[in-house]
Nanobody, 120 residues
Framework: QVQLVESGGGLVQPGGSLRLSCAAS????????MSWYRQVPGKERELVAT????????NYADSVKGRFTISRDNVKKMVFLQMNNLKSEDTGVYYC?????????????WGQGTQVTVSS
């Protein structure tokens, strides 16, 4: 059983910052990519940032480049998303995702999400 629990969301003014955390438990070891997605009601879930299993390669949506930073701690099985200079467009439910590099179809896990609201 794999469980992902996000935390750190909340209400923040434009230009502010938030740091999201995701704690994984269960059969998560090496060779897992970790990502953050976000979703607005009525729209498809979109990839915000991803980090390779070793932590050496990151990828960001164009809309967040230069503002967001993803990182991971493989010992603690955690992934983080530092969000700076937040915009109203960043509002949404942010989901943690963990996916196997080798069996992505079956070993692909999601958290319940944490709400981020950027508003004055």
């Amino acid at each position: 059983q794999v469980q992902l629990v996000e935390s750190g969301g909340g209400l923040v003014q434009p230009g502010g910052s938030l740091r999201l955390s995701c704690a994984a438990s269960g059969a998560i070891y090496n060779n897992y990519r970790m990502s953050w997605y976000r979703q607005v009601p009525g729209k498809e879930r979109e990839l915000v940032a991803t980090i390779s299993s070793g932590g050496g390669v990151t990828n960001y949506a164009d809309s967040v480049k230069g503002r967001f930073t993803i990182s991971r701690d493989n010992v603690k099985k955690m992934v983080f998303l530092q969000m700076n200079n937040l915009k109203s467009e960043d509002t949404g439910v942010y989901y943690c995702n963990v996916r196997s590099d080798f069996r992505p179809q079956t070993q692909n896990y999601w958290g319940q999400g944490t709400q981020v609201t950027v508003s004055s």
